[in-house]
């Protein structure tokens, strides 16, 4: 351990709000806040309002920033080496220097990786994959995205653009994908895409059970899951929504073989009534069987804070 080094310092960085949190070298939060991303206004008033963040959460502390090291996740497509956002569409941001730029106002070095690749690091570290040397979060929201832990350190791929878990096609010339290609993971088993499904669903049943709570216009990622025992057109979504999911989830296992696969965004509020099925389901497309390497789907444990928490774990992972 680095005798100089007294904290760990994290920023998630969303398109509406930056997440920042203060860990001491035991991995123990001493302080956290919040702050708008103001990416509207562009970089620099983005890179404002995370110095903002950050300054302001090392005077509560009273921190000295030669004791301080740090890390930071963002959305896109992440320079790592070099701390650039190469492209980040939510943020509207392209080769943009971030690092460099949260230095000038901060006078820290922060490490920069992808968002996602941070929240699994967070969970792995921290969360619901801590005790784990090999594991894998997938996180079902908006989109579909998540990160690999590989012998404890963060797998990032080529120029740390690998990891894009949410663009493997599941689906041979399925739904079209805002990436561009057809069948993607994210296109079937996000929150968006169950959401389209379970609305699609209802419009073709007008007598459904889930009229009577929801309209076609008001159906959320939990409507069908929590009909699911008592119609017939809501069970039929869910395990709509199984199959895909479990695919895609074995084609990783049958690739990397973690340990544990962690299940995080809105999605995974369904808790056991998600990861229980998807543990069956997985266990029977598990090349060779589970008894000789078997594979936990468990839900992830740190919710939103795992993005903020991963970031510190960059700075811990290089330093300490």
């Known amino acids: 351990m680095a005798d100089n080094i007294k904290y760990?310092?994290?920023?998630?960085?969303g398109g509406m709000t930056v997440k920042g949190v203060v860990l001491d070298v035991y991995g123990n939060a001493l302080v956290e806040d919040n702050i708008a991303t103001n990416s509207e206004n562009g970089g620099d008033a983005m890179c404002d309002n995370i110095a903002s963040l950050v300054n302001g959460l090392l005077a509560r502390i009273g921190a000295d920033k030669s004791q301080v090291k740090a890390g930071a996740g963002c959305p896109g497509?992440?320079?790592?080496?070099?701390?650039?956002?190469?492209?980040?569409?939510?943020?509207?941001?392209?080769?943009?220097?971030?690092?460099?730029?949260?230095?000038?106002?901060?006078?820290?070095?922060?490490?920069?990786?992808?968002d996602a690749n941070a929240a699994a690091l967070g969970e792995a570290k921290f969360g619901a994959g801590r005790e784990y040397s090999d594991s894998i979060l997938i996180t079902l929201g908006t989109g579909l995205g998540g990160g690999i832990i590989i012998g404890g350190k963060l797998f990032e791929g080529n120029k740390s653009?690998?990891?894009?878990?949410?663009?493997m096609v599941i689906e041979r010339r399925g739904n079209l994908c805002t990436c561009g290609r057809r069948g993607c993971f994210e296109t079937y088993c996000s929150a968006t895409a169950l959401i389209k499904r379970t609305r699609y669903q209802m419009e073709e049943n007008p007598g459904s059970a889930m009229w009577t709570k929801y309209t076609s216009e008001t159906a959320t990622g939990k409507t069908a899951f929590e009909f699911a025992d008592t119609d017939l057109d809501a069970k039929e979504v869910v395990e709509w929504y199984l199959k895909h999911l479990s695919c895609g989830i074995a084609n990783l296992v049958n690739i990397f073989r973690p340990q544990v696969v962690m299940i995080g965004g809105g999605v995974s509020g369904e808790k056991e009534k998600l990861t229980e099925p998807l543990q069956r389901l997985v266990d029977k497309e598990i090349f060779g069987g589970t008894d000789y390497a078997p594979v936990k789907i468990v839900t992830a444990s740190l919710g939103s804070k795992a993005g903020a928490y991963g970031a510190a774990a960059l700075a811990m992972e290089k330093y300490l």
């Open 8 to 13: 760990c310092l994290g920023i998630d960085i």
């Open 77 to 114: 497509i992440i320079d790592s080496v070099n701390g650039v956002i190469v492209f980040a569409g939510n943020l509207n941001l392209k080769n943009y220097p971030l690092a460099a730029k949260l230095k000038e106002r901060t006078g820290l070095d922060i490490l920069l990786t992808n």
């Open 161 to 167: 653009a690998g990891a894009e878990i949410g663009h």
